[in-house]
């Protein structure tokens, strides 16, 4: 695997957490091909004020693989701030 298809650790964070994903080829792409080095890849996590104050997702799949995730917002008004508790809960049998 060479590229975007190379896992960059993005297994460590849940799918409901993200709001979008940023991808920004640097210059030593036009000079080395697809597989320059420099770049970055950045993960933009959901807003805790855009989020619904409780979401809850299960998953399973054929594999074995289950998870749970759970997002608590809470929003205050004076001062005008959000916060965000999260958790991801998975659990994998057989391989």
């Given at each position: 695997?060479?590229?975007?298809?190379?896992?960059?650790?993005?297994e460590?964070?849940?799918?409901?957490?993200?709001s979008?994903?940023?991808?920004a080829?640097?210059?030593?792409?036009?000079?080395n091909?697809?597989?320059?080095?420099?770049?970055?890849?950045?993960?933009?996590?959901?807003?805790?004020?855009?989020?619904?104050?409780?979401?809850?997702?299960?998953?399973?799949?054929?594999?074995?693989?289950?998870?749970?995730?759970?997002?608590?917002?809470?929003?205050?008004?004076?001062?005008?701030?959000?916060?965000?508790?999260?958790?991801?809960?998975w659990?994998t049998?057989?391989?």
């Open positions: 695997m060479t590229g975007i298809a190379t896992p960059f650790a993005f460590y964070i849940p799918g409901t957490w993200l979008g994903v940023d991808l080829k640097g210059a030593s792409t036009v000079k091909g697809n597989t320059g080095i420099t770049g970055q890849v950045n993960a933009e996590i959901v807003k805790p004020d855009l989020d619904k104050p409780l979401f809850v997702n299960v998953f399973s799949s054929t594999e074995g693989r289950g998870e749970v995730n759970v997002h608590l917002n809470k929003r205050a008004k004076r001062p005008p701030t959000a916060s965000c508790s999260t958790a991801h809960l659990k049998t057989g391989t």
